[in-house]
């Protein structure tokens, strides 16, 4: 096993990764919530019960378990209703505990309805994707969607642990390995050094831990999200938009991961645009991405309705905010103008 701590003083956690780990959820509440526990509730969704992951759990407490549906759809104001009133009924205290599992969906779910719920309780992460292992379980970062936007309420309430469980992998769709790849991705231009896809040459937890060490680091260097927290978005302002221009239209879908891939190829336009990278780094970009074994093709979409959904992106204040590359590694930049945005979109249209 191996343990990677994020540092947020009295706030700090573990996140233990490697085979097997949802059989320790009793050791791991015991060790992070305490002996005042005397209910759980285990908040899931359908595959990871398919997949027998949910089967034979020891939380050294009785618990129920309960499934919210799969997909983004799921993660709404409505779903956090429905559980906070399962909770309500099962007479869950203040000082029981929510465990999450399943990938990001369900880790967002499960955190907000535990921020909320009694006005906070503890939660726990057992992380079954890779995208959750490596990003979405991490951070305290926990809400839902609005039809106007992804994650436009929410709330930073940290875990008390992280486990992630890399034998809950073997279950994964080809789709969703996609999808943590995209974060991976992104990593490879955030941790030190020159960005390359060395990671992927190192087992399986090792990957996964040296995704959540970089992630663990720049949380607990920024927790509730100034400028530095924000490189974490990398890639993901274009990501966002071409998720919410395909909301409800399974066709248009694309996986996060995936808007991913293409939204760092684009940042990396974007920053030559703006003459803050050569055209080597734009090339480092895309074999990165491409040693990921990701696309950077831009699908269809109409690019005003791209740059207007870029405005509304959350992280934007009210211009056009991106995270991008430059001299001094990956950075916000502010103030971006549309036409520069639009230009480049433009420049990825042609190159498809
Ligand atoms: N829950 C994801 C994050 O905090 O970044």
């Not at 405005?311 to 991008?324: C, I, N, W, Y």
């Not at 433009?346 to 498809?352: D, I, R, V, Y």
Request: hydrophobic fraction near 45%; include cysteine.
């Amino acid at each position: 096993m191996i343990s990677v701590p994020v540092e947020l003083g009295a706030r700090r956690y573990e996140v233990e990764i490697g085979r097997g780990l949802r059989h320790d959820l009793a050791r791991v509440i015991s060790d992070s919530v305490g002996p005042g526990v005397r209910r759980a509730v285990v908040v899931t969704q359908e595959p990871v019960v398919a997949a027998g992951w949910a089967d034979g759990l020891d939380l050294g407490v009785p618990h129920e378990i309960v499934v919210v549906g799969d997909g983004e759809r799921s993660k709404s104001l409505a779903t956090i209703e429905t559980l906070t009133s399962g909770f309500a009924r099962d007479g869950l205290a203040r000082t029981d505990v929510v465990v999450a599992l399943g990938g990001g969906v369900v880790t967002d779910l499960a955190g907000f309805a535990a921020a909320t719920y009694h006005r906070g309780m503890a939660y726990i992460n057992v992380a079954t994707s890779l995208l959750a292992q490596v990003d979405a379980a991490i951070g305290g970062k926990t809400g839902v969607n609005l039809p106007e936007g992804k994650n436009l309420v929410g709330s930073f309430w940290q875990p008390r642990a992280v486990l992630c469980d890399t034998e809950t992998l073997t279950s994964l769709p080809a789709r969703e390995w996609a999808c943590g790849r995209g974060e991976m991705a992104k990593y490879a231009f955030l941790g030190p050094g020159e960005p390359d896809a060395s990671l992927l040459s190192l087992d399986l937890d090792e990957q996964v831990a040296r995704c959540a060490s970089i992630k663990a680091e720049v949380v607990a260097a920024d927790e509730h999200e100034g400028d530095r927290r924000m490189v974490l978005n990398y890639g993901h302002t274009l990501a966002h938009a071409l998720e919410a221009s395909a909301f409800g239209d399974e066709s248009l879908s694309l996986r996060h991961g995936e808007a991913v891939a293409i939204g760092l190829v684009f940042a990396a336009l974007l920053a030559r645009r703006l003459g803050r990278i050569d055209d080597d780094r734009v090339e480092l970009h895309r074999k990165v991405v491409g040693a990921f074994d990701l696309s950077s093709r831009l699908p269809e979409r109409d690019p005003h309705e791209l740059v207007s959904l870029m405005g509304r992106d959350k992280k934007a204040a009210h211009d056009l905010t991106f995270v991008l590359d430059g001299e001094k590694g990956v950075e916000v930049v502010r103030g971006v103008g549309e036409d520069q945005v639009l230009a480049t979109l433009e420049e990825m249209e042609a190159a498809t």
